[in-house]
């Protein structure tokens, strides 16, 4: 008998997800997502207006969940929307994203840059 591994996937309809916390369910409109950090088995996610909630799910699910919707992975610990990355410091490897430095990660550096240099050339 074969399962389904997404049978336990939540939808994603019109940008908006829902996801499991502590207290219950939480809608979310993907695209006011700033960037998501570990947790240990859990993530907490960071609005564009500063506001965070626990989810539990990991960083690696929520990659997977957000992939189409311009997220990264920039270090083992954060996942970034792209659109919301305000500086770049190649030298420190930092990312400046509503005024949080996010760190990233020398394998992950190549894959950030071609991100930025791509959104670059959407504007």
């Keep these: 008998m074969e399962t389904n591994p997404y049978a ?59 992939k189409k919707f311009n997220f990264i992975r920039c270090h083992n610990s954060y996942l970034i929307n792209i659109k919301k990355v305000k500086e770049y410091d190649r030298n420190k490897k930092i990312l400046t994203v509503l005024g949080h430095e996010i760190p990233v990660s020398r394998r992950k550096c190549c894959k950030v840059l071609s991100k930025l240099k791509s959104k670059n050339d959407q504007l």
């Design 8 to 66: 336990n996937s939540p939808i994603i309809k019109n940008g908006t997800i829902i996801l499991k916390t502590q207290n219950g369910y939480l809608i979310i409109h993907i695209g006011q997502i700033a960037f998501c950090k570990a947790d240990g088995n859990y993530s907490k996610i960071i609005f564009e207006d500063g506001s965070e909630v626990l989810v539990t799910k990991t960083l690696l699910v929520l990659q997977r969940y957000f």
